[in-house]
């Protein structure tokens, strides 16, 4: 029992500063450089987490809900090398046709370069995870995220440059990486990385190819109102950034009350206790509801005077728009829960077919929308994709596991 308190509480210091450094550079950049590199550097941001959906590939749930062993850490973690080396080339080459000039290029790549590394130790951290050391890669967390933040801002306010700010955080996730969180790594399992990894890596890839396309496009759906603002309406992308913090900490608190369930509720499936397993799910969507009902009321109240005293800037005209987004930031914390959920159930194709269609949906009603409406229009969209999502993930869901429950009833009658 200490243990798992010891666990949730540093995973919880670590999430939160992991998830927070992002907007809370946000307010440096904007008070120290202005709005125009504020929303040049979440664009840049939001664009590596994309490309860090694909680094991902497979995700720390499905390795940390293996537990059957059907492939060793070492496995999980060459999948990472090479799913980061495929990221590379598709950045540079999605930069160089999408005609960004040599600054956007250049931040882009160092964010892209860091998001690579994060997901690189994300598999050490399912290693640590495994071996109940949740609470070291809370540590681990903290101390990239609390000396990231101080160096960025130091390094800014010595050259008012983002990109020199960027590389500085990636410069001390290298270190963290390499004296503390490989040394833990191999303190708790041996993983020696060999040829025999490589042809496991390529059968985890092929396994896992559902789980990638559909965390890629659970990624990708919460861009693609960002990169049509940036299209039609660059001079607003600022404010959006600005806007979306209310998705960030939403994204945040999945992952308090998520991510140190997933080994106890891929137990309890295994041992097919259904009960206790649906009645962890039903505390996580009751509190994330209460919660979200407390977002949308507090973001309607005070949620501008809020971010104009944060940022120092003034998004009085966007009240409306900033209650939309945060309404659709409530259902894609239950949109985050189920895809989760459902990987852990390994039920992929319908939440691959429900993200493909709505992403496309999304694509078409940006287009039109964010081109006439600017701002309402994109949070339009991303409300409307997300409570799609998470209606039909939440019938997937119901539905899935009503047919484990009767391949568990259908077992124990045979037997």
């Known amino acids: 029992m200490q243990a798992q308190k010891k666990d949730y509480i540093w995973n919880s210091i670590g999430s939160f500063l992991q998830s927070a450094i992002s907007p809370i550079l946000l307010i440096v950049i904007t008070r120290l450089n202005g709005v125009g590199d504020s929303g ?53 080459s999605f930069c160089i046709l999408s005609g960004y ?37 809370g540590i681990s967390l903290t101390m990239k995220s609390v000396f990231g933040f101080m160096l960025f801002t130091l390094v800014d306010i010595l050259t008012k440059n983002i990109i020199y700010g960027a590389l500085s955080i990636f410069i001390v996730n290298i270190a963290v990486v390499i ?26 890839m092929k ?23 940036d299209k039609y309406h660059y001079d607003q992308i600022g404010y959006f950034g600005i806007m979306a913090m209310p998705i960030t900490l939403l994204t945040l608190f999945i992952s308090f009350v998520l991510q140190p369930n997933v080994v106890n509720l891929s137990e309890l499936l295994k041992e097919k206790k259904i009960k206790e ?25 005070i949620g501008v005077w809020a971010l104009n005293t944060v940022f120092g800037i003034d998004i009085n005209n966007f009240r409306i728009d900033l209650t939309i987004m945060v309404i ?10 189920y895809v989760n959920l459902l990987i852990i159930l390994r039920r992929f194709k319908g939440q691959f077919y429900t993200l493909l269609v709505t992403n496309i949906l999304a694509v078409v009603l940006s287009v039109y929308l964010i081109d006439r409406l600017a701002m309402l229009g994109s949070v339009l969209v991303f409300m409307i994709i997300s409570f799609l999502q998470a209606i ?21 009658r045979y037997e």
């Open 328 to 337: 659709g930031a409530v259902a894609n914390a239950f949109v985050s829960i």
């Open 207 to 229: 396994k896992t190819a559902e789980v990638f396309v559909v965390v890629f496009l659970t990624m990708f759906s919460l861009n693609i109102p960002r990169y049509f603002l």
């Open 392 to 412: 039909i993930l939440l019938f997937i869901y119901k539905r899935s596991l009503k047919n484990v429950i009767m391949l568990s009833e259908d077992k124990v």
């Open 179 to 204: 004296f503390y969180d490989i040394p833990w790594m191999k303190h708790v399992e041996s993983v020696g990385l060999t040829k025999k990894n490589i042809m496991q890596a390529g059968k985890i």
């Open 40 to 92: 040049l550097f979440s664009f840049a941001m939001s664009l590596s987490v994309v490309f860090w959906a694909i680094s991902l590939w497979g995700g720390r749930t499905y390795q940390v809900s293996d537990v059957k062993k059907d492939f060793s850490s070492g496995d999980y973690i060459v999948v990472r090398f090479i799913s980061s080396l495929i990221v590379a080339v598709f950045s540079i």
């Open 277 to 301: 397993f649906t009645k962890i799910v039903s505390k996580i969507d009751f509190i994330t509801f209460t919660l979200g009902i407390l977002f949308v009321v507090s973001s309607y109240l």
């Open 101 to 137: 000039d040599l600054i956007k290029t250049e931040l882009i790549m160092v964010l892209v370069s860091f998001k690579i590394l994060e997901s690189i130790a994300d598999s050490m951290y399912g290693v640590l995870q495994i071996h109940n050391r949740l609470y070291i890669v």
